[in-house]
């Protein structure tokens, strides 16, 4: 039986990584890099090939969904963890056992217009989102098929 695709948000903030950068990106790909939350890690390793993404851009005036992206290589170890130099760094993070990683991302498409959080709060069929939650601060979260569906319907199709 095969597997159904499974449907993700990414947050970034487009000062630091934009829709634009990743459309721009060799290959129009990326590494997801830095994720230091748990349950953001463990949504990752949950991650397959052909799973699509909302590209969110937090910190942004206003923040708003912004386009999609797929994701083109499952879970692996996240460098950073253990470079030294880096912002990312992990000092308890073992290389035989690495506390962190990151999957590959794909630019799919840019939305004509960005899909602000106050419009997304007026849909009936987002009240659960989890991007819509109160207190909820994950940068890689679930959305469920009907979700999508209606995030899709108000980008045009």
Known sequence: MPETKRYWLMKSEPKVFSIDDLRNAPRQTTCWDGVRN??????????????????????????????????VRTAYPDPTQFDKTDKHY?????PAKPRWDMVDIRFVRKFP??????????????????????GSRLS???VRPSEWAIILKLAGG
């Open 90 to 94: 992990d000092p308890a993070s073992d």
């Open 140 to 142: 890689v979260q679930p």
């Open 113 to 134: 217009a960005p899909l602000p959080l106050d419009l997304l709060r007026r849909q009936p069929g987002l009240r659960g989102m989890e991007l819509l939650r109160k």
């Open 38 to 71: 748990y349950q953001a890690r463990n949504y990752m390793r949950a991650m397959k090939i052909g799973d699509q993404v909302l590209f969110y851009h937090s910190n942004a005036d206003p923040p708003a969904i912004v386009g999609i992206a797929e994701v």
